[in-house]
C-alpha cells in the first residue's frame, strides 16, 4: 500500500467487513486485520469434520436488503439457500409440531391461531416504530448537538404516533419477562415455548427474566431480506465471502493470519496497531470489530482510560450461555412425526422446561436434557456436507461459560446430554453421527477472540442498549480516546448477523472529516 | 435448611465494644490531654486540644508541636504496575516521581471532579505508600482495574504518625541523633533505625512551616513519643490538637476535605463537589504527562475558564468570616459565594479566609456577610475581602536545606 492508511479495522467479522467496505467506498485507504485464517468470525463457514462444514450463526433473521445493494453483495456472490425457513416446535411424542411460517401457525388449537395474527400485528407496529433507530447512530443526552437532538426527536415521534393504546402497550410490555407475554396471549404450552424461544437465545436469560424479551423479538424482526427466516448458500460464510470480496473489490486490503496485539497510542491519540508478530502499521483511525472488554482493556488498556469508564466496560455482562454444536451425520435422522426436517426444529416442550435448564446453569451446571434450536443446513445447501450426508447445527442452550468444574472436564458429559436431548425427537440420532464438534462458550472465546463467549460481545438487554451501548462515552463508535473506534456487536444495535454496527460506525467515522 | 448467620456480640469485637479506638500514642496522649477533649477521626481519637489551643498554635509557630496523625489512612501500592496505576489515578506525574519523595496529589472522577487528596510516597521503583484523610480503598480497587500487577493494601494500622511542626523541629530530631536530618529537602524521605525496627521521616507537612512526619511501626510508637517529649522541653515541645492545627493549614494554604470540599463520591446535589481547578490546584494538574482520570474534563474546563474560584481572602476588620455568604456589592443584593474556612491569624495578622466565588464574579468586588456576638447580642457587618494570590504564611525556612538555627 503506497499512501498512508486512514483506518485499520482490527477483526475480519461481518461489521468489520461491513464498516471496511463502507470506509473503502468512499474513498478511505483501508487495512481489516484478522487473527484466523478465514474472514467472517462467528459467520465463517468452516470445516469441522472432513467433508462437513458449518458456521456458528447460522440464519439471518437480522439481515437488512439495504446492506445486499448498498455492497452489491449479489456481484460479489451472494445467494440464499433458503429464503423463509419455517420455524417448527417439535412435540416430544411427535403427535403436534406446531409450524410458524408465513407469519402464521398450523397445527395449533383455533384461538392460538386467531391470537397469534394479534400478536403479531402489534409486535410489527412496535417493530417498525423502532426499525429506523437500530440503523442510526445513537443519540447522546445533552450534547447540544442537531444530530442527536434529532434523533431523540423522531424517537418520541415515532412512539407516540403508535397512538394511545399501542404506545401504552409497548410501555406495559417492554420489560416484560417472555413468559408473562406468552401466558398473555398463548394457550399451548409447546407454542408458548416456541415463542419465547428468540426473546431470550444468546443471553444469560430465560422465559421468567424481565429486562430484554420484547427488545430482542423486536431485533429480531429488523431483518427484511425475505419476510422469513433465510440462510446463506455456503453457510453464513457465503455472506462472509462475499462481504470481503465487498471490501476487497472497493480497495480495502484484507490480512489473515494477523492477529493485533495492542493499540498504540502516542500523546493520547491511537496511531497505529503491533501485531502479535511486532509488525507497527500506522494509521489516522484505529478501528475495532472485537468486544470492548478486549477493545478496551487488552487492545488499548486500561492506562489511557478514566476510572469510571473502565469500570463500567468491566461490569458489562459477557458471559455466554449458548454452546454450539455441529455434528456430521451420514444420513438424514428421522425425526418422530416430521417427514421432513428442513426448517429451524425448536426442542423445548415448555418454557418451565427452558426455566429449569436455565436454573441449573445459574449455578454453573448445566440440565440432563437441554432445549435446542437445531437446523440441517445441507438440506438447502447440498455443498455443505458430502453427498447424502447431512450437518446439524444446534444452539444448546444452557452452557454457562463458567461451568463447575471447567469445560474440559464437562464437555464430554454435556455433549452426552446434547444428543441424548436430540435423540428423544429423532431416536436413530446416534447411528448417524459420524464426526461432532461442541463449541462451548469457553471454546468460542478461545477461538474467535470472544470475551465470555458471548456472541452478542455483551448482553443486548434494556440495561445496556442503544445510547448505554456498549455504555455511555463509547455509545457513538467514537471512544474516549481520539482516533479510536468501535465497530463490533458490543455497540449499537449488537449482535446477530446484521452489519448495522459496522455501517453506524463508518458513517460515524466518515462524518468526521 | 441453611444454618442461620450468626452475628458476632458487640462485645466480642475489639473497637465497638471500646466505641472510640485509641492510636498507638494514646497512652502517652492522654496522659497530657488535661481536658480530656477527643474528636473521633477515622474511628480513632484524635485531640481537640491539650491545654490552650493559641498555646499549641504559638509553639508550633515559634518551636514545634507534635501532632498524632494516627487516624491517616494509608495505602501501599506494590507491584510492576503500581506507578502507571498511580499515575493513570492521579493528576501529577508518577513516572517522573523519584524514589524517597512525596507529592501532593489529587485523584479525579470521570467528570474531573475531586475524590480526594493526599500526599504520595514513592518508596520503591515498584512501591508507593498514599495517605489521605477519608478512607479510600474502593476508589482505589477501582482505579486498579486493568492493571493486573498491582498489590493495594490498607496499611493504616500497621504505621503510627506523628507530624513535628515548626521551627525548632529539625534541631530537636538533629538532638535524637538523627544524623544527616538537616540534608532533608522538602518532600524528601529519609529512613533511621530506631526501636524495633526503622524511622521514616518525610519533611512534609500540614502547617505550610518547616515540618516533618514521622512515620514508626506502631509498637515504637511510646518510645517515639518519650524521647520526643524528654529531648523536647529545651526545644518548646508541645502537644497540639485540631484546634491549633486547623489554624496553622488554613494560614498555610491547605485545604481540608469535607470543610473547603467534599469528595465528589460523597455528595448528592449537582455541582457540590469540586474540580482540581475550582480549588486552586491547576497547579498539580499536569496535562503534558500521559492520560489520568478527568483529564479530558479539566481540560475542557480549564479552556472555558467557566469554573468556580477557591480564593484566598483577606477580610477587612477583625471579625472572621465563619459562614459567611459572599456578595458581588456592599448592599448584599447580589450573592456570589461562600466562606470555607475564617479564621484570625495570630501570626499574619489578618482577617483571612477561604470562600468559594462563582465564575462571573471572582474578578470583581467581593463582600463578606460576617455576623458575630457581643455579649449575647448579635451583630452584621459587611466587609470588603480583598484577594490574596499568595499562602497567607510561607516563611523562608521551611524551604531552606538545611534549615536555619539547627
Known amino acids: ?513 | 435448611m441453611s444454618p442461620m448467620v450468626r452475628l458476632r456480640a458487640s462485645r466480642d469485637i475489639a473497637h465497638i465494644h471500646r466505641g472510640i479506638m485509641p492510636t498507638p500514642f494514646h497512652s502517652r496522649s492522654s496522659r497530657l490531654n488535661l481536658n480530656q477533649q477527643w474528636s473521633q477521626w477515622n474511628g480513632f481519637a484524635s485531640a481537640v486540644y491539650y491545654a490552650d489551643p493559641q498555646l499549641e498554635y504559638f509553639a508550633t509557630r515559634n518551636t514545634c508541636g507534635v501532632f498524632d496523625t494516627s487516624p491517616m489512612r494509608k495505602y501501599r501500592f506494590a507491584g510492576s504496575d503500581a506507578a502507571a496505576m498511580l499515575d493513570r489515578m492521579v493528576t501529577r506525574d508518577v513516572m517522573a516521581q523519584p524514589v524517597d519523595t512525596v507529592a501532593y496529589n489529587v485523584w479525579c472522577t470521570d467528570t474531573g471532579k475531586v475524590v480526594d487528596d493526599g500526599t504520595l510516597f514513592r518508596l520503591g521503583a515498584e512501591e508507593f505508600m498514599l495517605c489521605c484523610a477519608d478512607p479510600g480503598y474502593d476508589w482505589f480497587c477501582l482505579a486498579a482495574v486493568g492493571f493486573d500487577a498491582v498489590a493495594i493494601t490498607d496499611i493504616s494500622e500497621d504505621l503510627a504518625a506523628l507530624a513535628l511542626q515548626g521551627p525548632t523541629s529539625c534541631a530537636l530530631l538533629k538532638a535524637l541523633g538523627f544524623a544527616g536530618i538537616d540534608q532533608c529537602k522538602p518532600f524528601q524521605v529519609m529512613r533511621f533505625p530506631f526501636g524495633s525496627g526503622r524511622l521514616l521521616v518525610s519533611r512534609t507537612g500540614y502547617t505550610g512551616d518547616l515540618g516533618y512526619e514521622l512515620w514508626v511501626q506502631p509498637q515504637d510508637a511510646e518510645l517515639l513519643w518519650d524521647e520526643l517529649f524528654t529531648r523536647g522541653g529545651v526545644y518548646g515541645i508541645q502537644p497540639m490538637g485540631d484546634e491549633s492545627l486547623e489554624m496553622a493549614r488554613v494560614e498555610a494554604g491547605f485545604l481540608a476535605p469535607d470543610v473547603d470540599f467534599h469528595g465528589s463520591l460523597h455528595t448528592v446535589e449537582r455541582g457540590h463537589d469540586h474540580s482540581p481547578l475550582e480549588l486552586g490546584l491547576g497547579w498539580i494538574l499536569n496535562f503534558r504527562k500521559q492520560h489520568f482520570s478527568g483529564r479530558a474534563a479539566l481540560i475542557a474546563q480549564k479552556e472555558s475558564g467557566n469554573y468556580r474560584r477557591l480564593l484566598k481572602l483577606d477580610i477587612e476588620g477583625n471579625k472572621p468570616a465563619q459562614h459567611s455568604i459572599l456578595y458581588a456589592d456592599r448592599k448584599c443584593a447580589t450573592e456570589i459565594g461562600y466562606i470555607t474556612s475564617a479564621l484570625w491569624s495570630p501570626v499574619v495578622k489578618a482577617n483571612i479566609a477561604y470562600g468559594l466565588v462563582e465564575a462571573k464574579y471572582f474578578g470583581g468586588q467581593i463582600w463578606a456577610e460576617i455576623y458575630h456576638q457581643k455579649e449575647l447580642r448579635w451583630q452584621r457587618k459587611v466587609a470588603r475581602c480583598t484577594r490574596v494570590t499568595k499562602p497567607f504564611w510561607a516563611p523562608e525556612r521551611a524551604k531552606l536545606t538545611p534549615p536555619p538555627d539547627c
Open chain 1, 1 to 513: 500500500m503506497s499512501k498512508p492508511l486512514d483506518a485499520i479495522i482490527i477483526g475480519a467479522g461481518h461489521n468489520g467487513l461491513v464498516c471496511a467496505a463502507h470506509l473503502a467506498r468512499a474513498g478511505r485507504q483501508v487495512l481489516v486485520l484478522e487473527a484466523a485464517s478465514q474472514p467472517g468470525g462467528l459467520g465463517a463457514t468452516r470445516e469441522f469434520a472432513p467433508g462437513f462444514r458449518a458456521s456458528v450463526a447460522h440464519t439471518l433473521p437480522q439481515f437488512g436488503r439495504k446492506l445486499v445493494a448498498d455492497l452489491a453483495l449479489e456481484n460479489h456472490g451472494f445467494r440464499l439457500a433458503a429464503s423463509a425457513l419455517p420455524t417448527v416446535a417439535l412435540c416430544p411424542d411427535g403427535s403436534g409440531h406446531i409450524t410458524i411460517a408465513d407469519g402464521t401457525l398450523s397445527g395449533a388449537c383455533a384461538a392460538d391461531t386467531a391470537a397469534y395474527k394479534a400478536y403479531q400485528a402489534l409486535l410489527q407496529k412496535f417493530a417498525k416504530a423502532i426499525n429506523p433507530f437500530w440503523h442510526k447512530r445513537p443519540p447522546v443526552l445533552g450534547s447540544g448537538g442537531l444530530r442527536d437532538a434529532a434523533t431523540l426527536g423522531l424517537f418520541g415521534w415515532n412512539l407516540r404516533t403508535l397512538g394511545k393504546t399501542d404506545l401504552r402497550e409497548m410501555m406495559r410490555m417492554i420489560a416484560l419477562p417472555a413468559r408473562d407475554l406468552m401466558d398473555e396471549y398463548f394457550h399451548s404450552p409447546l407454542l408458548k415455548a416456541a415463542l419465547s424461544w428468540d426473546a431470550n437465545v444468546g443471553s444469560k436469560l430465560a422465559p421468567r427474566s424481565p429486562n430484554n424479551a420484547v427488545i430482542a423479538l423486536l431485533y429480531r424482526m429488523s431483518g427484511d431480506l425475505t419476510g422469513g427466516l433465510p440462510l446463506a448458500s455456503g453457510g453464513t460464510g457465503g455472506l462472509m465471502d462475499a462481504l470481503a470480496k465487498a471490501a476487497c473489490a472497493n480497495g480495502a486490503g484484507l490480512r489473515l493470519d494477523s492477529p493485533v496485539a495492542k493499540v498504540v497510542v502516542e500523546q493520547g491519540r491511537a496511531v497505529g496497531v503491533a501485531l502479535a508478530s511486532g509488525e507497527l502499521i500506522r494509521a489516522q483511525k484505529i478501528v475495532s470489530n472485537a468486544d470492548p472488554k478486549t477493545s478496551f482493556f487488552q487492545l488499548l488498556g486500561a492506562r489511557h482510560l478514566d476510572i469510571q469508564f473502565t469500570h463500567r466496560i468491566r461490569r458489562l455482562r459477557t458471559d455466554g450461555y449458548v454452546a454450539k454444536l455441529h455434528l456430521a451425520l451420514d444420513r438424514l435422522p428421522t425425526f418422530t412425526g416430521l417427514a421432513y426436517p428442513g426448517g429451524r426444529l425448536l426442542l423445548a416442550p415448555t418454557m418451565q422446561f427452558i426455566e429449569n435448564a436455565y436454573d441449573e446453569a445459574k449455578y454453573g451446571g448445566y440440565a440432563r436434557r437441554l432445549p435446542m434450536e437445531v437446523l440441517l443446513p445441507s438440506l438447502q445447501d447440498d455443498r455443505l456436507a458430502p453427498a447424502g450426508q447431512h450437518v446439524l447445527s444446534a444452539l444448546v442452550q444452557y452452557a454457562p461459560y463458567t461451568v463447575n468444574g471447567g469445560w474440559d472436564a464437562q464437555r464430554k458429559d454435556f455433549l452426552d446430554n446434547a444428543v441424548a436431548s436430540l435423540a428423544q425427537y429423532a431416536p436413530d440420532i446416534r447411528d448417524c453421527i459420524v464426526a461432532s464438534e461442541l463449541l462451548t462458550p469457553t471454546d468460542l472465546e478461545q477461538q474467535f477472540g470472544l470475551t465470555g463467549g458471548h456472541w452478542h460481545h455483551g448482553e443486548f438487554a434494556l440495561d445496556n442498549w442503544w445510547m448505554n451501548r456498549p455504555t455511555y462515552g463509547a455509545s457513538q463508535y467514537r471512544t474516549p480516546v481520539s482516533g479510536f473506534y468501535l465497530c463490533g456487536a458490543g455497540s449499537h444495535p449488537g449482535g446477530g448477523i446484521m452489519g448495522a454496527a459496522g455501517s453506524n460506525a463508518a458513517a460515524a467515522i466518515l462524518e468526521e472529516r
